[in-house]
């Protein structure tokens, strides 16, 4: 495969200006009533918290199968935190929750995972347990539908990152039912010139990495820097914050049905062509109708072998998610064989066909599977 082959994966590059102004302005249908726009899923999850008035003295449960950054605004405004078990193909784990709810627990959180519904647990808890706030992270799943209409809306409090699957400098999403918003605080935003920096500083690196895809002249370190310089002024800036001007007018001009069918298309072509094994394996052999995928998960015998392999060919498959070091390895023994094996092929809207048949290719050849 030659070396130089275009990259596969990593961070999103601005779209350039031509894109942005033929854009459908579909996106608009995200600015619905009720929707708040945050500067991130952090600061979304923050508004959350705030909005449902949590406090040290409450308990929230959240699923074993996490990111840190999901876990951190819980920390940081003191609520305790209860993990609950997932199933190794990340449903949640009802009995489990029964045995943790109890008077203190005042909300439960779940995600829905690489844009696959989480919608039965939901239902399970509105009937079992109305008492309890549901919050959904539909940051994989912002462009998911179930029967119509966005999956986005079926619990009490809806959060998610728009940043995962639209090429923004910052953006996140709150929207809540109704008696939360009569009966809850009103989300009050903060400004903050790191929340500004934060921004400056990736679109920087989005606009720098645009320049380098079509000319390759500089080191790639320069936009891989302010990437990460972002990261961590994202991490330090007070929150809530509001989503930028900027990001709102990408939000406007995005096109979402298009992004939708492109991320299926190349999600079914890997379906159809991976020849799946115990070595590789896709997480969710169904592409159900509706779902939009944040990427394509495998888990690998050899995680880290496959990565290297993909990473060698341009191809950069992140690990969603490394679990944080507080969810107990012995209890929840499922997640972690989920993160141990994981790696996220990317399908997202920059790829084509010929990108996957790419990822298909180095796969085979890792495997050693023999043509016919
Ligand atoms: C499921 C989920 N929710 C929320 C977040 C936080 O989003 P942000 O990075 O925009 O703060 C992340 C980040 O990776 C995530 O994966």
Known sequence: MSRLAR???SDFHLPDRSAISAGSGAGRVLLSKGVVLCASGRDALHAAILSLRLTP????????????????????????????????????????????VCPRTKALL?????????????????QTYPEISLIEDCSHALLSR???????GGADVSVASLRKLLPLPDGGLI???????SGGAPVVFRRSLRHGLFVGCRVAAAGLKGLWLRYPFFP??????????????????????????????LLCSADLEAVIATRRRNYAYLLENLQADETVRPLFPHLEEGVCPLGFPVLATDRDGLAQALIRERIYPPVHWELPRSVDRREFAEAWSVSDRILTLPVDQRYTLEDMRRIVSVLRSYREVPTE
Do not use: N
């Open 110 to 126: 779940l995600i829905h995972y690489f844009g696959f519904s989480q919608s039965s647990t939901i239902t399970f808890m509105s």
């Open 146 to 152: 179930r029967d119509g209409a966005w999956l986005w």
């Open 220 to 249: 790639k370190r320069l936009f891989r820097r302010l990437f990460s310089w972002s990261e961590g002024l994202l991490s330090a800036s007070p929150k809530p914050a509001r989503m930028s001007c900027l990001s709102r007018r």
């Open 175 to 181: 929207a809540r039912r109704p008696k939360c918003v």
């Open 7 to 9: 990259e596969i994966g």
């Open 57 to 100: 003295s409450d308990e929230v449960l959240l699923p074993s199968y996490l990111c840190e950054d999901v876990m951190i605004p819980f920390v940081e405004r003191g609520v305790r935190v209860i993990f609950y078990g997932v199933s190794s193909c990340l449903e949640a784990d009802w009995e489990d929750i029964r045995r943790k």
